[in-house]
Every structure is written in structure tokens, then in C-alpha cells.
């Protein structure tokens, strides 16, 4: 099948760019270490021990403990589940609202189009964190709303380039075909030109999922980020920062995690971006 | 001073104690100044840090600490604390009090100027009081001087204050910085020019304002106590802890208060040795989780005890002041003649707790490892305010340890406005972590008496018991320090038992002061209360103008 | 142009309007109380505290009349006066407002100088080592919490080599320098915030940069210039990189939310009273009338950069005509 054929030249494309093959493994490793991290943590991520407070790393703790006397490692492997979840939990919402108005906006067209743009236009206006910032404090600081916030902000880049996707794709004679046979626009839009769409999408929400988790990181420092007990690589690096010259591993391992992460997505993005886009071949 | 100022964050304390010093002899000043003495010589400027900025310098407006800071240098009260913890007189040179306690009389000093030149005179006095008073000035500081029934003054240097009824914490509460009557009495207090260009009468003049950046003040040098050595006095605001304690490695602070991480092991190298002096003393005042007692769960006394001792208090001041404070029994600090060293203590005891838990019918009826009554788990919300470590830390220790009897903890962290205006007085919180920082004067009526609980009031756990009200009322009509004495035990076994809040801990301050500065003599009261005779020998001066 | 310049000042007018709708509706989220804390327990109290709040806000009006109320007084630059210290609020924004301009506007100059020759550098030699390593080098910059970083440099310029301050914005003997003094003095003060709000700002640039020339090289008049016979770097300098520059003014105006909204971070750890911290602060203190200040500004220095990036285009690019 003719499918089948092109998948196989992106994948071909896409190991070709090492950097994008390496961005891959980390995230692939990134989800197993979250998937384990019952098996894998050496200690309850949560029990305080007020006599161990800032060990450095030993053989007990190999990445020391924090000012509570808590295993560092073990909260590293738990926080993995979070920045996860905050990444793709944030961008599904983002990819929801982005593919229903980029969509409803492309395929239509004329006035409707014309009013999500408007509004699309007015939320890039915003920074946006400044406007996470206001509505989480406002509300209150928890998982459920850091996740949301973030995914209602950033779904405006993505209606864009869904939209774009769907006015060219929606001219081709595949969409006439089956508009011909007497398909509804319903089917029409998410059988027939959505899954053509999607590249791109994919692309940017590798790059969403990565901004995502360092704008948990931001919260964090400023204090209202995810919430004791429950750990975060924002979180431990927050407040790690404050004995960086008596306990630098408080700080580095954190601050290494989420640089790794963020790295391995956009690697990822990246060398989806360039294997999608045919024009890019040399 | 203030009556009772709710114990702001540690960071923003991270100024210079002037306003709340401290007591103990045997602990005080844990290390001996450095360096020869040197001259004393005129000059220099200290740069103290703050993570936050002064909101507001009227000074019966002024609620936070930062505000607080600058005014206690810029103004006076009519009297002050030595460094012994004793009343003297500050803009009074001298006072009476009644035989029956009903009336003071303040001699006010004369030739007293304030800083645009005109004379100080007890019509500023006059003008301060009615200001504290007039229901139209939002001012936190009313309280203790509604008591009073009527203020005269007979001439320019007299003051007679007549009381209600008797009332002992009343002469400590004339430590109220004194407001200049020509420059305000034309002004809207919450609308004016002052509050950003203050002018007093005390040891600093006011220079400028960098919002968010940077206070300069400059030395009076016609201060009725003689021109403070230290010409300038900057206060920089530096948000981020880190930053902070950057600056102060990078000698571009001389002055903060630590952490007691800091203290015991971040400043523990040779470049602290060699460049500060640190110092240590008891704070007057101590650390609380409150429950809201308008919560049904909360009014059964057998909880809150479950709850102390589901709490291993050695263990927070282990782990969050790594050893430097002590353990809060109740409403009074160790310092205080008002302590009771007899009463209930709650050692760590889980099993007690669950037991306790059990009676008030908490079980954990589904065995999802949390208590449940009626079909709802134990869940309850901890409040703290942000930007203060040591509370953070101790609600995370609490909350891992309720956890271990079954009670479910969230914390939430808010900042300190939005934390007193929308949570603190409007009761919308189930469980604070606060801290007192408390008068001299033991008198802690406007905590705790059953009256005093209306919005804004410092009862906002709505605690009511009789016998303590009845008791509170008598206390501070008492003058005999023996019968106060009496009383003020046994309030402080009645609240050590009923436990309507848990005392956590007396925390100790712990500044760092540069050791270029010379004359501090750490004292009960601290190390601020001398600050313009501090001084660095001229050799040793860095900024010169 | 003038007849541009006015259309394009009439279309901002909507979005405008509905920046303010915004920013009206996320204030608007608060007054209703906190989710989970109890506040049924005693209805005295809320409902007194609610009245106050609704006396406070006018919130006792249809809400229509409340907006249009605040937009009227918005359109005369009155945003009202701050809950925490009675200033008003315009004062206040205005104060914090050409620090965080300053620091941003330097960053996306320093972003433009190195971003767009790496980005260049990297399409004309796709995959190669140094497509590689300026490829992980930006990235590096855009992966690295700001904050982490931003203490990292201070602690070795700041500390370990001493070479450059720590935090602020001035010395505190600055009032005596003469004025290239002090200037000498603020541009030591600014090195490390602005190259740390650059160095996030880098990936983005660069990454457009080079798959834009990318895009252009492989362009039908590039390869008619190739067959000309032109030198490659004739091709390249000449005919590509212009064409492929165009695009990059459009990037920077959208690119104003983002540096705006991180300076919060970066104000903050560098102890610099702009904007960004300002808004936090009052965001934290739910200081309303500032809070929404802060957002309208916002967004309008936004509009304000689009606005200045779509005329450069316009200007630029021969094919627009103003029309």
C-alpha cells in the first residue's frame, strides 16, 4: 500500500537523523522509569528522616537526600510519572480544543473561520504565562489545574496549523470524492482529512509536551507549582537551589532530569519535523 | 512596638531585628565578635537584604515587616525597650502612672525636631492617638488604645493618658511611632504622599525609594540621641532566598537573618568566619498550627490532642530549625515571666493518638488506610503562607505523619496579603500554620478572648472558653506582678490542655552582620537595639560617598 | 503607508476588545471562593465577606456594566489603584515597564545576532558536524530551567571569578558615577539576565532560521541561479538568505508574549524590579486592579510588536504594497 510505502520513508528518514533517533530513546527510557518506578525506587519517595538531613550521595542514597532527610533518587523516579503526566495530560487537552477549532475553522471557512482566528489572534496576544500564572493562583496551585491551565493556553498554535493543513488539504480530489459519494462533513473531517493532517500536530505537541514540563518547572520556583507531598523535578530543584553550595546534588540532579527530558522531546519534534517535511530532503 | 504583630515569614524578618528583639542571657550572641574594636568613626553604609518590599511607611499603617523595618529607624515612640527588656523613654523623657492605674502622664523631651525642622510636641501626640482611633484609618494597631477614655494635653510637653479601666499592658503599647501632626492632619492617611516620603523624628532620615529595588536612608545627624555612626542605611530587596544568600558570599550584603540551614551549615566556612559575625537569640514569639474551631471535627478536644501527639515536635525542631529553637508548650515563650514550665507536653505517641482518634469515632472503617466517621475520610487542609521554609517544611513533616495515623493532609500555600485578607480573617481555612510574635507584656487577650473573634481579629480559630476569658479580663487589670503571675499560669494550662492550637516551636533568630561593623553588643533584646552605635573603624570603611 | 498604517491600527481595535474580555474573565474566576476550603460552615461570615468584595469591585452590577465600566476608565489609562499600597496602577506598571522593554529588547538583539547566523550555517551544511552540535547547543538553551541556570552563572561570574554582580540593576555607589559611569555600571548589571533570557530564546530563532533558508535553497530560481553558473556563496548570500529572512521579522513580534512572560523568572532570581515581577507579586497578593493592568499591558506590547514587525515586512518586502 501506498501508506505503508510512505511511513516507511519517514522512518527511514527519520533514523538517519541520529540526534532525533537519540531523542527518542531518552523519552522511550523517560516512560519506563515512570512505568517501573514501584519496582525501581529504592525508598518511599515521601518518608522524612530528620537525621539524614543533605547526605550527599552514598551507596544507601545514590543521589543523596534532601532537607527532609528523603531519598533523592526515589523522589527523581516518582517525579518521572509527573512531568509526564503534566506534559501530555496539558497537551491532549491543548490537541483537543486545537484539532476541533483548527478544523472546524479550515474546513469551513467564511465566518466561522474567521471568528476563531480572531480569537486565536487575541490568545497570542497574551504572554502566556502570565496568564497561567494569574489563573493557577487564583484558583489554587494542584496537578489537575497546572495541567489544565497549561493545555487551554497553548492550543491556539495548534488550531493554526490544523487549519492551514485542513485549507489545502480540503481542495484535493480525495475530499471531493467522498463528498461525492455522500459522506457527511462530520466523517468527511475526521475520517477522511484528519488523519492527513496530523503531522505536523504530532510535531508540535512533542514540542508542546517539552514546554509543558518546564513551565511546571517555572511554577515551581515561583511556589506554586506541583504541591508537597506529592515530588516534581520542578519542585525538588526549587528547593534545591537554596543549599547549592553545601548540597549541589540537590539542585544538579533535577535540574539535569529536566534539561535531559526537554531535550530528548525536542530532539524528537525536531527530527519528526524534518522527516514529515519531504521539501527538507537534500 | 506592636502589641501582637502575627509572626511574619522568616524572609520577612530577614531584615534587622529592630523591632522585635529577644530575651535569655545564657544564649545569646552563640559567637564572640571578631576583630580588634578600632575607632569609632562616622561613615560607611550598611546594606541590608529583604526579599520583600516596604508597601507602606504611614506608621499606623504599616503591617509588614519590610514596612516595619523602615519605620522603626525613621520614627519614635514615646517609649522603648532597653536592651534589658526594660521601659524607657524614648520621645518621653519621663512618665507617672497613677496610684490606681487609670492614668499615665508623659514628660515629653523638648527640643525634639522632626526632620523638615519643626518642632516635636505633644499636639503630634494628640494627633497620632486620634488617628489610631478614627474608625476611618484602617490601622491593625487600634486595639489597645481603645481602652483608652481620654488623651489631654495640658501643655506642648505634657501627655495624660486616662484609661477606662485599669490596664497594664498600657504603658508598653505608647511604643507606637509617633506621627507628625503638621505634615498629615490636612492628608488622607490611606491617599497620601507620606507613605512613600516619610518624615519622623528618629535616627534616620528617609532619602529615596526604588520600588522593588532599594530604600536608602540617611543618618539624622541632629538625632536628640546623638548622630549614628553608620551614615547610610540601604535596604535591598531581593526576592529569591538563593540570590540572597549569593549576594551575602559576594559581600554585597552585610546585614540578613539566616535560615537555620544557613546558620549551622551553609555559613559555616572560612569566608563567613573571616568576613561576618553571626549572632543567636531566642525570638519572642512561636509557631502554631490553628485549628478552625467553626469545623465540627475540630471541636472535639480528644482530636486536637490525637493530633499533638501524632506530631513528633522534636522531631521538627530537629529537622526544621536543626536544633535552634525549643519547644512550644503554649502561649508563652520560655523567656516570659509568664511561662509555666508544668504542663501538658504531648510526646510523639501514635498509638495514643489512634486510641484518642477511635473514642472520637475516626476509624478507618474500609481499610483504605485513611480514618473515615460518617462515610467522609479525615482530610483537612494545612495553610501556610509562602515564602517561609521552616513552615513549609514543618506542614510536610505533619502531613507525613498524620498520614501514618490515618489522616489525610493537603497543604496550600498562599502569599502573605491574600493569606491574611482572604483566608486569615475571613475564617476560610480548616487548619494555619502561623506564628505570634508577641509584646513584652504577656497580656494575650486579643488572641484569645472569646470577644475577639470578628473579621480581622487575631481569635480567628473562634476559641471560646469561659473560664480563660474571664481569667484573660483579670489579667490585664492586674498590676501585682505575683497575682498576674498566678493568672497567667494558669491560662497557659488551660490552652497547654485544651490544645486549640499546637504549639510548635520558639524559633531563634539567627542574623549575620558584617564584621566590619564594630560596637554590636548582643544583648535579651537582640543586637538592633544599639544600631546607631554601631560603627566601622575609617580604615575600614567600603562605601565612601 | 499612512493609509496601512491606519488599517492596521483599525484591526488591532478588536483584538483589543477582546484582550480586555480576557482579561476581565480570568479576574473574574476569583471572587468565587476557593474551591476547597470550607466555606459553608459559617454563612455569616462569607456572606459579609462576599458583600465586601462585591462593594469593592462593583460587583453588585450586571456584568456587562461592570466590563463596560472598567473600559471606559481603561481607554482614559485609569486602571484603578493598587489593593496593597493605594498607588495607581498605571504608576506602578509604568515604573517596572522600560527595564523589562531594556532586558527584552537587548535579548532579541542578542538572539537575532546569534541565532540567525547558526541557523544559516546549519541549512547550507545540513547534517554536519556543525548542524549537530549548534542543533544540541541551542536546544541545550532552550532545556535548561532558567532559574537553575541563571544561578549557576551567578555563582561563577558572580562568586568564583568575581567578575561580574550578582543581582540588581545598580551599584549602590552607582549616584556617584558619572553618567557613561553609571551606564558602564547598569550594562555590567544587565550582562547575565540578558544573556540568559537569550539563551532560551535561541532554539526557536535559529531552528526557523534554518529550516526557512532550507526551504528557500531548495526553491526553483535557487537552483536556476546555481545553474547560472553563480558561486555558492553568490547563491547563497545573495539570493537565499534574503528571501528566507523576510519571515524571521514576523517571528519576532510573535515572539513578545514569550519573552515578556519569562521575565518573571528571570526578574526574580537577578532581583530586578520590572514588569514580570511586579505582575507576579501581584498576581500572588491577588492584587486585582494591578493584576489586570498587567494584563492588558501585556498583551498590547504584544499588539505593539506585531504591529512594528508587520510594517518592517512591509517595508522590506518589495511584493507588499500598502494598500
Known amino acids: 500500500m501506498k501508506e505503508e510505502r510512505l511511513s516507511r520513508i519517514i522512518w527511514r528518514r527519520f533514523r538517519r537523523n541520529k540526534l532525533a533517533v537519540g531523542g527518542g530513546i531518552l523519552v522511550l527510557f523517560l516512560f519506563i522509569i515512570a512505568f517501573l518506578a514501584p519496582l525501581l525506587s529504592p525508598y518511599d519517595p515521601g518518608e522524612i528522616n530528620v537525621k539524614n538531613i543533605l547526605l550527599s550521595p552514598s551507596r544507601a542514597h545514590l543521589l543523596g537526600t534532601d532537607e527532609l532527610g528523603r531519598d533523592i533518587l526515589s523522589r527523581m523516579i516518582w517525579a518521572s510519572r509527573i512531568s509526564l503526566k503534566v506534559g501530555f495530560v496539558a497537551m491532549g487537552i491543548a490537541i483537543l480544543i486545537g484539532i476541533i477549532l483548527g478544523a472546524l475553522a479550515g474546513y469551513y471557512g467564511g465566518r466561522i473561520d474567521n471568528l476563531i482566528m480572531r480569537f486565536v489572534d487575541i490568545m497570542l496576544c497574551f504572554p502566556t504565562f502570565f496568564l497561567i500564572l494569574a489563573v493557577i493562583a487564583i484558583l489554587e496551585p494542584s496537578i489537575t489545574n497546572i495541567m489544565v491551565v497549561i493545555g487551554i493556553t497553548s492550543w491556539p498554535g495548534i488550531a493554526r496549523l490544523l487549519r492551514a493543513e485542513f485549507l489545502s488539504l480540503k481542495e484535493r480530489e480525495f475530499v471531493a470524492a467522498a463528498r461525492a459519494l455522500g459522506a457527511s462533513d462530520r466523517k468527511i473531517i475526521f475520517r477522511h482529512i484528519l488523519p492527513n493532517a496530523l503531522a505536523p500536530v504530532v510535531v508540535a505537541a512533542t514540542l508542546g509536551v517539552a514546554g509543558a514540563i518546564l513551565t511546571e518547572s517555572a511554577l515551581s520556583f515561583l511556589g506554586i507549582g506541583v504541591q508537597p507531598p506529592t515530588p516534581s523535578w520542578g519542585n525538588i530543584l526549587t528547593s534545591g537551589k537554596a543549599y547549592i553550595d553545601l548540597a549541589w546534588w540537590l539542585s544538579l540532579f533535577p535540574g539535569l532530569a529536566i534539561l535531559i527530558t526537554v531535550l530528548g522531546y525536542t530532539l524528537l519534534g525536531e527530527g519528526l519535523k524534518d522527516a514529515l517535511n519531504p521539501r527538507l530532503e537534500r | ?545 | ?323
Not at chain 2, 491617599?191 to 534616620?204: A, D, E, M, W
Not at chain 2, 495515623?405 to 502561623?434: H, M, P, S
Open chain 3, 1 to 323: 503607508m499612512l493609509r496601512y498604517l491606519t488599517r492596521r491600527l483599525l484591526q488591532m481595535i478588536p483584538l483589543l476588545i477582546g484582550i480586555t474580555i480576557i482579561s476581565f474573565a480570568v479576574i473574574h474566576l476569583a471572587p468565587g471562593e476557593p474551591t476547597d476550603l470550607v466555606t459553608d460552615l459559617q454563612p455569616k461570615v462569607s456572606a459579609q465577606a462576599a458583600e465586601r468584595l462585591r462593594h469593592l469591585y462593583g460587583l453588585d452590577r450586571p456584568l456587562h456594566i461592570q466590563y463596560l465600566d472598567w473600559l471606559k476608565r481603561l481607554v482614559k489609562l485609569d486602571m484603578g489603584r493598587s489593593f496593597l499600597d493605594n498607588r495607581l496602577v498605571s504608576v506602578k506598571i509604568l515604573e517596572r515597564l522600560p527595564v523589562t522593554i531594556t532586558i527584552n529588547v537587548l535579548s532579541l538583539l542578542l538572539i537575532i545576532i546569534v541565532a540567525l547566523p547558526i541557523g544559516i550555517v546549519s541549512a547550507t551544511r545540513q547534517y554536519s558536524l556543525f548542524d549537530k552540535a549548534s542543533t544540541v547547543f541551542v536546544f541545550l538553551g532552550f532545556a535548561t530551567p532558567t532559574f537553575w541556570f541563571a544561578l549557576l552563572l551567578m555563582i561563577l561570574f558572580g562568586i568564583k571569578l568575581g567578575w561580574l554582580p550578582i543581582s540588581g540593576l545598580r551599584s549602590l555607589s552607582a549616584a556617584s558615577f558619572s553618567f557613561g559611569g553609571r551606564l558602564l555600571d547598569m550594562a555590567r548589571h544587565l550582562i547575565l539576565p540578558v544573556f540568559v533570557s537569550a539563551f532560551g530564546g535561541l532554539a526557536g530563532f535559529s531552528r526557523y532560521m534554518r529550516s526557512n533558508m532550507l526551504e528557500v535553497i531548495h526553491q526553483d530560481y535557487i537552483r536556476t541561479a546555481r545553474a547560472k553558473g553563480l558561486s555558492e556563496r553568490a547563491v547563497i548570500y545573495k539570493h537565499a538568505l534574503r528571501n528566507a529572512l523576510l519571515p524571521i521579522v514576523t517571528i519576532l513580534g510573535l515572539s513578545v508574549p514569550a519573552l515578556i512572560g519569562g521575565s518573571v523568572i528571570f526578574e526574580s532570581i537577578f532581583a530586578i524590579p520590572g514588569m514580570g515581577r511586579l505582575f507576579y507579586e501581584s498576581v500572588m497578593a491577588r492584587d486585582y486592579p494591578v493584576i489586570m493592568g498587567g494584563l492588558v499591558i501585556g498583551a498590547i506590547l504584544t499588539l505593539l510588536g506585531n504591529l512594528i514587525a508587520d510594517i518592517t515586512y512591509a517595508y522590506v518586502d518589495p511584493r507588499i504594497r500598502y494598500k
Open chain 2, 1 to 545: 512596638m506592636k502589641k501582637v504583630i502575627p509572626l511574619l515569614a522568616a524572609f520577612f524578618l530577614l531584615g534587622i531585628l529592630l523591632v522585635t528583639g529577644c530575651k535569655q542571657k545564657e544564649e545569646i550572641g552563640a559567637l564572640p565578635v571578631k576583630k580588634e574594636i578600632g575607632e569609632p568613626a562616622y561613615g560607611d553604609a550598611i546594606v541590608v537584604g529583604s526579599i520583600g518590599d516596604a508597601r507602606n511607611l504611614v506608621p499606623i499603617l504599616a503591617s509588614d515587616s519590610a514596612s516595619a523595618d523602615i519605620v522603626g529607624l525613621v520614627f519614635n515612640g514615646l517609649v522603648k525597650y532597653n536592651k534589658d527588656i526594660e521601659l524607657v523613654g524614648d520621645l518621653a523623657k519621663s512618665w507617672e502612672v497613677s496610684e490606681d492605674g487609670l492614668v499615665i502622664t508623659f514628660f515629653l523631651r523638648k527640643g525634639v525636631r522632626w526632620h523638615d525642622g519643626a518642632p516635636f510636641t505633644s499636639r503630634d501626640v494628640l494627633f497620632t492617638y486620634q488617628k489610631l482611633i478614627d474608625p476611618e484609618v484602617p490601622t491593625p494597631y487600634s486595639g489597645d488604645f481603645e481602652r483608652i477614655e481620654r488623651l489631654k494635653i495640658p501643655d506642648d510637653y505634657t501627655v495624660r493618658v486616662i484609661y477606662k479601666e485599669p490596664f497594664s499592658p498600657g504603658l508598653s503599647s505608647w511604643g507606637m511611632a509617633i506621627m507628625p501632626q503638621h505634615l498629615l492632619e490636612k492628608e488622607d492617611l490611606s491617599n497620601t504622599k507620606f507613605s512613600r516620603h516619610p518624615i519622623g523624628t528618629g535616627p534616620y532620615r528617609f532619602r529615596e525609594w526604588i520600588t522593588g529595588d532599594r530604600i536608602i536612608l540617611k543618618a539624622n545627624e541632629d538625632y536628640f540621641e546623638g548622630r549614628p555612626y553608620i551614615d547610610r542605611y540601604i535596604y535591598r530587596i531581593i526576592p529569591d532566598q538563593a540570590t540572597m544568600f549569593l549576594e551575602l558570599k559576594s559581600e554585597g550584603i552585610d546585614e540578613a537573618g539566616l535560615t537555620p540551614i544557613q546558620y549551622a551549615r551553609q555559613t559555616n566556612t572560612n569566608y563567613f568566619k573571616k568576613n561576618f559575625n553571626k549572632f543567636r537569640y531566642p525570638r519572642f514569639g512561636y509557631t502554631y498550627l490553628g485549628y478552625n474551631l467553626l469545623d465540627p471535627r475540630f471541636t472535639d478536644k480528644r482530636v486536637r490532642q490525637a493530633i499533638s501527639y501524632a506530631i513528633d515536635k522534636e522531631e521538627i525542631i530537629d529537622g526544621v530549625l536543626l536544633g535552634l529553637g525549643r519547644i512550644g508548650t503554649g502561649p508563652f515563650p520560655p523567656e516570659s515571666w509568664a511561662y509555666n514550665p508544668q504542663v501538658e507536653r504531648y510526646p510523639y505517641n501514635p498509638e495514643k493518638a489512634k486510641e484518642l482518634l477511635a473514642q472520637a469515632e475516626w476509624i478507618d472503617s474500609d481499610g483504605d488506610g485513611w480514618l473515615d466517621k460518617g462515610g467522609r475520610i479525615f482530610e483537612f487542609t494545612i495553610l501556610i503562607n509562602q515564602g517561609n521554609e521552616a513552615r513549609r517544611k514543618t506542614a510536610e513533616i505533619i502531613q507525613r505523619r498524620l498520614r501514618e495515623v490515618g489522616i489525610r493532609a493537603k497543604i496550600r500555600v498562599v502569599e502573605w496579603t491574600a493569606f491574611i485578607n482572604e483566608f486569615v480573617d475571613k475564617k476560610r481555612f480548616e487548619t494555619i500554620i502561623l506564628g505570634w510574635s508577641l509584646a513584652r507584656d504577656p497580656d494575650p487577650y486579643d488572641i484569645w478572648h472569646s470577644s475577639k473573634t470578628k473579621e480581622g481579629e487575631f481569635n480567628f480559630i473562634s476559641y471560646k472558653n469561659e473560664e480563660l476569658d474571664r481569667l484573660l479580663l483579670e489579667g490585664r487589670r492586674t498590676f501585682d506582678r505575683d497575682k498576674r503571675k498566678k493568672i497567667y499560669h494558669r491560662i497557659h494550662e488551660i490552652l497547654a490542655e485544651e490544645q486549640p492550637y499546637i504549639f510548635f516551636y520558639v524559633p531563634d533568630a539567627l542574623p549575620l552582620v558584617h564584621a566590619r561593623f564594630r560596637g554590636i553588643e548582643p544583648a535579651p533584646l537582640g543586637i538592633g537595639y544599639n544600631f546607631i552605635k554601631w560603627y566601622v573603624p575609617k580604615e575600614e570603611q567600603k562605601y565612601t560617598q
